[in-house]
């Protein structure tokens, strides 16, 4: 006789697959509120202290760990030294184990109880599927719901090569999902007792999809999410979103979605925005986000803070846009687009745009990776800003220097942003001195034909001579944030006043590499 092992917490589902496998003839076994609710849906049950003759101990922490459950589990069908050994102890085989474990993530979420969080961890269901999963020749091992069909298909079919090869990959889950469960736990008690910085840190994503190749086409490559972000985030409404694809869409809603509510449009090239602004409405502030580096804009990525209407889609289509991310998008802007073929256009199905608040970042190196809390621009960050100019920024420009200091957080290391009326009208960004970083947006917006005149600028880090200032004056930057911090502050000071120019210290450095 065949026996099926089911201990869920997650009952969704359970009984009905239950109902199914006492029909195909597996006898079961169960534990407390599984058993009761197989009890009481009509299925002849057998608990699992009455199949091991041992009750349950230390208010249910130790019940399936047991010689007669795990042997039952782990000896080898074919193994006749493993079958005598099995015929000798009493020990019955147990074909199938259902599991899915203690809900610990969902208990942190919900309580500091540090007693409550312990008890949640657990220990048996991690046992069993390791224990079915190891023996998976043998034994069919469930952890999720949405195997149920599939596994009830193949035992109908009873075909061998089917079962095995659907019971490998049932192994491969099992050992996936005990290796999470374990890893959020370590990075749990890490975060809980050494400020989430332990000696082992566990990195763990769910594969959402393969990208028809990495950076370049001889790389593999794929899209791996922390919890269900992109699952519930994102919607393909056209084409299919690159590896490089990803990069600039995470650093297009990064800079979009900064602002709130605000009508802010993003367009990103190479990880980099080459163009923003927030204007009246999103039609508005695409036009002027545009006229940044109408060059760079071609094929590169936008990001709409706001919903994409029929409108902005006819201008957006006058060019050529490779992807847009949108909080969400009506049909006729869509049909817009509908012949295009290479536009490869997605949605949040949501107001505006929403970041996922990783509260840390990490980046791989040779031999390893580095990591770090997430960076971002604080709130308050300009508002507790330090006046070291003589001159005081207006209104106007108050708000552009807010705009331009969240650009420059979010754009590689050494750059300048510099902002007009709500739109950005230069950058330079990734360069090795920050002087020419100044001098190659300057150029930038001389080809485009831009006035910087009465502009703003924003540096994420310090500038170390006073250069950058000159370079500021010549094109008629009004006000200027930087953190400070260079031994040279003073020199940098003189020439804010020499110029009439504000200049502000916020002390916080925004380093992107």
Known sequence: MKRALLSVSD????????????????????????????KEGGLEVLEVSDFTQS??????????????????????????????????AEIKSIDLVCVNLYPFKQTTQKTQDFDEIVENIDIGGPSLLRAAAKNYKDVWVLCDKFDFKAVLESLKKNDEEDCLNLRQKLMIKAFEHTASYDAFIANYMNERFKKGFGDTKFIVGKK?????????????????????????????????????????????????????????????????????AIKENLLSSYINALKCDTVSAY??????NGTLDEALAKKINEIYIELIIAANVDEKALKVFENKKRIKIFTQNTDFLVPAFDKYSFKHINGGFVYQESDFVAKNELENAKLVSLRKADERELKDLEIALKIAALSKSNNVVYVKNGAMVAIGMGM????DAAKAAISKAKDMGLDLEGCVLASEAFFPFRDSIDEASKVGVRAIVQPGGSIRDDEVIEAANQYGIALYFTGVRHFLH
């Open 11 to 38: 009952k969704d589902e359970i009984l009905d697959f239950a109902k199914e496998l006492a029909n195909l003839g597996f006898e079961l076994l169960s534990t407390g509120g599984t058993y009761k609710l197989l």
């Open 55 to 88: 009750a349950e101990l230390f208010e249910g922490r130790v019940k399936t760990l047991h010689p007669k459950i795990h042997g039952g589990i782990l000896y080898k069908r074919a193994d006749e030294s493993h079958k005598k050994q099995a015929q000798e």
């Open 208 to 276: 959402c999809f393969d990208t028809k190749y990495g950076e370049n086409p001889h790389q593999k490559g794929a899209l791996y999410e922390f919890e269900d972000y992109f699952t519930k985030n994102y919607k393909t409404l056209k084409g299919e979103a690159s590896f490089n694809n990803l990069n600039d869409i995470n650093a297009a809603l990064s800079l979009a979605s900064s602002f709130g509510k605000l009508p802010a449009v993003a367009i990103v090239k190479h990880a980099n925005p080459c163009g923003f």
């Open 299 to 304: 094929g590169g990525v936008l990001a709409i």
């Open 432 to 435: 090795t001195s920050r002087v």
